[in-house]
């Protein structure tokens, strides 16, 4: 049997407070959602002033990420490049913004962002995923 790495509460602490200083450092009122390899909820931090909506959306687009083993921005552009059909996939969170944490070739989880541009969600998704090292 294989065995394969795993995100420990420390590690989900590391990301986040470094997501959380990116957003900061930017003035970004975002959502941070971090999501095991499932896809389940880990961690969501809301940070002032960001929309209530973006507490949804960040965890969705964490959960795309982490199942769909890719950032979810590879879903918005199949479908902005007119595949529209695969708007029917169970996924939420077809939105930039969603990172998978890749360690040892596996995919360990996922960092969601939601709150300011999709791209800059991104930017605050892989600066948390950079603190691993």
């Given at each position: 049997m294989k065995q394969k790495p795993f995100l420990t509460l420390d590690d989900v602490k590391r990301i986040a407070a470094a997501a959380e200083a990116e957003a900061l450092k930017n003035n970004w009122p975002v959502t941070i959602?971090?999501?095991?390899?499932?896809?389940?909820?880990?961690?969501?931090?809301?940070?002032?002033?960001a929309a209530a909506t973006s507490a949804v959306i960040a965890p969705a687009?964490?959960?795309?990420?982490?199942?769909?083993?890719?950032?979810?921005?590879?879903?918005?552009?199949?479908?902005?490049n007119g595949r529209n059909a695969f708007l029917s996939v169970p996924l939420e969170g077809l939105l930039e913004?969603?990172?998978?944490?890749?360690?040892?070739?596996?995919?360990?989880?996922?960092?969601?962002?939601?709150?300011?541009?999709?791209?800059?969600?991104?930017?605050v998704a892989k600066a948390g995923i950079a603190a691993l090292g």
């Amino acid at each position: 049997m294989k065995q394969k790495p795993f995100l420990t509460l420390d590690d989900v602490k590391r990301i986040a407070a470094a997501a959380e200083a990116e957003a900061l450092k930017n003035n970004w009122p975002v959502t941070i959602a971090i999501v095991d390899d499932g896809g389940h909820l880990l961690w969501l931090q809301r940070l002032d002033n960001a929309a209530a909506t973006s507490a949804v959306i960040a965890p969705a687009k964490a959960k795309t990420a982490a199942l769909g083993r890719r950032e979810s921005k590879v879903y918005e552009d199949i479908v902005n490049n007119g595949r529209n059909a695969f708007l029917s996939v169970p996924l939420e969170g077809l939105l930039e913004g969603g990172v998978p944490v890749m360690v040892e070739g596996f995919c360990v989880g996922a960092v969601g962002v939601s709150g300011v541009k999709s791209n800059e969600d991104a930017q605050v998704a892989k600066a948390g995923i950079a603190a691993l090292g």
